[in-house]
């Protein structure tokens, strides 16, 4: 118990630090692509908000493709009875075998916690969920969700701390994202047919608009235009600060990080889901 309270004390000091980083410019990072107004860049470019009603949802994408890299975001969920609605936050390359890394925020009724859902797409098969639980109330402050996608590994982060790890297993044959550039996506939008309970609690509209923000993003990655990735010229210094990331993996402490917020946080991992897969679970999940 003693271990426990020392590393909540832990992460509530990293989630300060974290906060600290420098903002972006979101008119320089992003553009609002859809809601009619209902998505909003705010205190000259600091901040950036979407709104969800009855008629319509918002969301936004960044102007770069990116071809791995280390993606950090401040979000403040929609608080109270968020039942029904999905806050997305995820990369993305197009096309029928697109690849994808996914936060989505499932809402729920007062007093209940948030879903944190994740799953990783290859080729256009995801089927990859693991859930969670989180710490702390995602709607009475900003707290930071991070991606680190390098060739090896795609890990998931919450202010800090380590929620899943997504090893590359291409040579036990599971495909994995290293090829086809990323933009980072979000939305929010009403998903009331299956987002809570598996749709039996429907969004009470009398709350609209529902409203969730964002600040202080930050990538240190790899952008890809024209065919060609800013990484290229910094490969052959590849002990370079400012490409640390892309051979970054997760040391001692981070590790037990990763095992303390699954053994208490994680609320379904389709790794463990027999009934889903009678004839066996997917290959990377036998993998050390």
């Known amino acids: 118990m003693a271990r426990s309270s020392s590393l909540v004390l832990l992460l509530a000091i990293s989630s300060v630090l974290v ?3 420098s903002a972006a410019n979101f008119y320089q990072d992003f553009d609002v692509t859809w809601g ?3 998505g909003k860049i705010l205190n000259n470019g600091d901040l950036l908000t979407l709104s969800l009603d009855k008629a ?10 990116y071809l791995f890299g280390k993606i950090d ?8 009875n968020s039942a029904g609605t999905v806050t997305a936050y995820y990369l993305s390359s197009k096309g029928a075998n697109w690849d994808e890394i996914d936060f989505e925020f ?6 209940d916690p948030y879903i944190l859902h994740t799953n990783v797409f290859s080729q256009g098969k995801g089927n990859r969920e693991q859930q969670f639980h989180l710490w702390f109330d995602p709607t009475a402050d900003f707290h930071t969700y991070s991606i680190l996608w390098n060739p090896q590994r795609i890990i998931f982060s919450v ?3 380590p929620i899943r790890e997504f090893k590359n297993a291409e040579s036990n044959g599971v495909p994995f994202p290293k090829n086809q550039p990323m933009r980072i996506y979000s939305s929010l939008w009403n998903a009331d047919d299956w987002a809570t309970r598996g749709g039996l609690v429907k969004t009470d509209w009398s709350n609209a608009p529902f409203t969730a923000s964002y600040r202080n993003f930050n990538a240190n990655a790899c952008v890809w235009t024209n065919g060609k990735s800013s990484c290229s010229a910094a490969s052959s210094t590849p002990d370079s600060s400012s490409t640390e990331w892309l051979s970054e993996e997760l040391d ?9 917020a699954q053994k208490n946080y994680m609320i379904y991992n389709y790794c463990a889901d027999n009934k ?5 679970v997917p290959q990377e999940c036998n993998l050390s």
């Open 19 to 21: 906060a600290s980083s």
């Open 36 to 38: 009619d107004g209902r």
């Open 56 to 65: 319509s949802g918002s969301g936004f994408q960044s102007k770069n493709e």
């Open 73 to 80: 975001m401040q979000l403040k969920l929609v608080p109270g």
């Open 106 to 111: 499932l809402g729920n009724l007062s007093g």
């Open 159 to 161: 202010d800090g701390t």
């Open 252 to 260: 001692t402490t981070s590790q037990e990080r990763l095992k303390w």
């Open 276 to 280: 889903r897969f009678p004839q066996g």
